[in-house]
């Protein structure tokens, strides 16, 4: 029997463990095992997306402190690691539960998958990046979700023979539950159905520090999508840190009442699934809504000055637009008008990603190998200093 213990902690990594906990419960001799490193806990961000993915409650629960780093929550981590004994820890993204769940397991001389793998913005101001780094060089395999990352592992010095280009389980759940999507009354409820197919609404988002931690970026940003919300209804569904931020620069209240935009609060998956796949345009700083839109054929604008998910923009439907309101106004301007790219959906995002993952480690840690020896008293091994996200 194969005990595979996968940690996850955020919407994001929800996600994407989705498909590989459906795949591991399928197949006989894999024992998943569920972490969840509590590191988005409220009913909303946490959850509320586990019922909607039809993923099975948690085996493990933890409650960090709010803001928690990984070396905070490496310890509990570690404690359940050495408790369940498993052959082999999954984790996915670039989280601080990512990073953490990879140091405890590391620890404990513990095999860590990453999937996810070689993903790399070259921004060390990142939080992400950093986490992205550690994460690899902690990890005994390799999963990537499009070629750049393999080109990059290889480039750190990473072994060809434990890297796999894997393809990309976001897409694996997208695929499964993308019909489901369609039947949301989200369109309705917000006020959006325009008949005939039309899509006259833009889906934006912001969470990540670069955006929303310096007031004079998050202004920039927020008078962009304004100006534009003058012409075409902005959805934007907000992470409770971005609500913050918002509030504390003045520019929306408690309900939003501040602003042009229609402010809402962080939505189940199946509702944001839907927003998106009937978007004239998605405007973005998260890695997953760049892949979720080019699979789904969507113009997506990235407000950032870079991505991870070089992929995306070679052969998808995103266009990087960087962080400058002008900018930014006439490339979203310039898309809604007709001159969006058309894109293609990348090499095995079809579905099948967690399949080729599970196969991987089942050939690589099952059968009659044995779970690694762990030290009585779970020690704490080095870890490095890392930015809290």
């Given at each position: 029997?194969?005990k595979v213990?996968?940690?996850?902690?955020?919407?994001p990594?929800?996600?994407?463990?989705?498909?590989l906990?459906?795949e591991?419960?399928?197949?006989?001799g894999?024992?998943?095992?569920?972490v969840?490193?509590?590191q988005?806990f409220?009913r909303?961000?946490?959850?509320?997306?586990?019922d909607?993915?039809?993923i099975p409650?948690?085996?493990f629960t933890l409650r960090p402190r709010a803001s928690a780093?990984?070396?905070?929550?490496?310890?509990a981590?570690?404690?359940?690691?050495?408790s369940?004994r498993p052959?082999?820890?999954?984790?996915?993204g670039d989280?601080n539960?990512?990073l953490?769940g990879a140091?405890?397991a590391?620890?404990l001389?513990?095999?860590?998958a990453?999937?996810e793998?070689g993903?790399?913005?070259f921004?060390?101001?990142?939080?992400?990046?950093?986490?992205?780094?550690?994460?690899?060089s902690?990890s005994s395999?390799?999963f990537?979700s499009e070629?750049?990352?393999?080109?990059?592992?290889?480039?750190e010095?990473q072994?060809l023979d434990r890297i796999?280009?894997?393809g990309?389980?976001?897409?694996?759940t997208?695929?499964?539950?993308?019909e489901?999507?369609?039947?949301?009354?989200?369109?309705?409820r917000?006020?959006l159905?325009?008949?005939h197919?039309?899509?006259?609404?833009v889906l934006?988002?912001?969470h990540?520090p670069?955006a929303?931690d310096d007031?004079?970026?998050?202004?920039?940003?927020?008078?962009?999508l304004?100006?534009?919300a003058?012409e075409l209804?902005?959805?934007?569904?907000a992470?409770?840190?971005?609500?913050?931020r918002?509030?504390e620069?003045?520019?929306?209240?408690?309900d939003?009442?501040n602003?042009?935009?229609?402010?809402?609060?962080?939505l189940p998956?199946?509702?944001?699934?839907?927003l998106e796949?009937?978007?004239?345009?998605v405007m973005?700083?998260?890695?997953?809504?760049?892949?979720e839109t080019?699979?789904?054929?969507v113009p997506?604008?990235?407000?950032?000055n870079n991505?991870?998910r070089?992929i995306t923009v070679?052969?998808?439907t995103?266009?990087?637009?960087?962080?400058?309101p002008e900018?930014?106004l006439a490339?979203?301007?310039?898309?809604l008008a007709g001159?969006?790219?058309?894109g293609?959906i990348?090499?095995?995002?079809?579905g099948?990603?967690?399949?080729?993952i599970v196969?991987t480690?089942?050939r690589?840690?099952?059968?009659s190998?044995?779970?690694?020896?762990?030290p009585?008293?779970?020690?704490?091994?080095?870890l490095?200093?890392?930015?809290t996200?």
């Open positions: 029997m194969l213990l996968t940690v996850a902690g955020t919407r990594n929800f996600v994407k463990i989705a498909a906990q459906a591991m419960r399928r197949r006989r894999v024992l998943p095992v569920l969840h490193s509590g988005h409220d909303e961000m946490s959850d509320r997306f586990l909607d993915l039809s409650a948690p085996d780093s990984p070396s905070e929550m490496a310890p981590l570690r404690e359940v690691i050495g369940a052959d082999v820890v999954v984790v996915v989280v539960s990512t953490a140091q405890a590391a620890g001389g513990v095999p860590v990453h999937v793998a993903l790399r913005s921004d060390p101001t990142m939080p992400e990046e950093r986490n992205r780094i550690a994460t690899d902690l395999l390799f990537a070629p750049s990352g393999v080109a990059n592992l290889l480039a010095g072994p796999f280009l894997a990309n389980v976001m897409i694996d997208l695929t499964r539950f993308l489901a999507a369609r039947r949301s009354t989200v369109l309705s917000l006020g159905n325009g008949g197919g039309t899509r006259r609404y934006a988002t912001l990540r670069a929303v007031p004079a970026v998050l202004r920039g940003l927020w008078s962009a304004e100006r534009l003058g209804p902005v959805i934007f569904p992470h409770p840190r971005t609500q913050s918002l509030r620069c003045g520019l929306a209240g408690a939003g009442v602003t042009k935009i229609r402010l809402t609060r962080p998956y199946l509702d944001f699934i839907r796949s009937a978007a004239a345009l973005t700083d998260s890695g997953g809504v760049q892949e080019t699979a789904m054929g997506c604008l990235t407000l950032r991505t991870e070089p070679l052969e998808g995103n266009q990087i637009a960087g962080l400058e900018h930014i490339a979203a301007r310039r898309m001159g969006a790219k058309i293609r990348p090499r095995l995002w079809d099948r990603s967690a399949q080729r196969s480690l089942c690589n840690y099952g059968s190998r044995k779970p690694a020896a762990i009585a008293g779970f020690p704490s091994p080095a490095p200093a890392i930015a996200c």
